[in-house]
C-alpha cells in the first residue's frame, strides 16, 4: 500500500506542478499586441483627458464615424469645451480634428497609442487653433471598457 501511494505521489506531482507553470500570469508586454496593429474600433469608448500645461482634465468618448466606417466619431468635454471630433487610428497614429462650434476645426490632436499599454493609453500634442496653445495631452481609457 505504501509503495502504491509513493508511486501514486511521484506520477501526480510533476503534472500538477506543470499545471501551475502554465496557469503564471503573463506579462503585460507578451499580452499586447504591437500598437501598429490597432484600429479604430479598438478605440470606442470613454477615455479620460488630461491637457496639463493648461491645467485641463476632462472626458471623450469615442465611437464609430457615422459616415466613415473606418474613422472615430467623438464628444469631448474638458474645462468649459464641449466639442466634437473626427479623426483617424493609422498603424498607431491618432489625429482628430475638434470643432467646438460645429463649423471650423477649434484644436488638433495628433499622437500616438503607447507600446504595451493595450490600447489603453494615447500620448501627443493637443493644439488649440483659435488661442494659438499647444499642450502635451494624454488619453488613458476609463475602466470598464
Known amino acids: 500500500m505504501r509503495n502504491t501511494l509513493s508511486l501514486l505521489l511521484a506520477c501526480i506531482l510533476p503534472t500538477l ?5 502554465a496557469e503564471k500570469p503573463v ?5 499586447c499586441a504591437p500598437a501598429k496593429t490597432f484600429k479604430a474600433p479598438q478605440l470606442y469608448g470613454a477615455w479620460r483627458i488630461e491637457l496639463p500645461a493648461v491645467k485641463q482634465t476632462g472626458s471623450m468618448t469615442l465611437r464609430q464615424h457615422p459616415e466613415f466606417t473606418e ?5 469631448l468635454r474638458y ?8 479623426g483617424d487610428l493609422e498603424e498607431g497614429e491618432f489625429n482628430l480634428d475638434e470643432s467646438s462650434d460645429r463649423i471650423g476645426i477649434t484644436a488638433i490632436w495628433t499622437g500616438k497609442l503607447v507600446e ?4 489603453k493609453e494615447i500620448r501627443g500634442e493637443w493644439q488649440d487653433s483659435r488661442k494659438g496653445i499647444t499642450s502635451p495631452f494624454i488619453l488613458r481609457r476609463e475602466s470598464g471598457w
Open 27 to 31: 506579462s503585460a508586454t507578451q499580452r
Open 116 to 119: 504595451n499599454s493595450c490600447g
Open 79 to 86: 474645462g468649459d469645451t464641449q466639442s466634437i471630433a473626427s
Open 17 to 21: 506542478a506543470l499545471g501551475q507553470e
Open 71 to 75: 474613422s472615430l466619431r467623438g464628444e
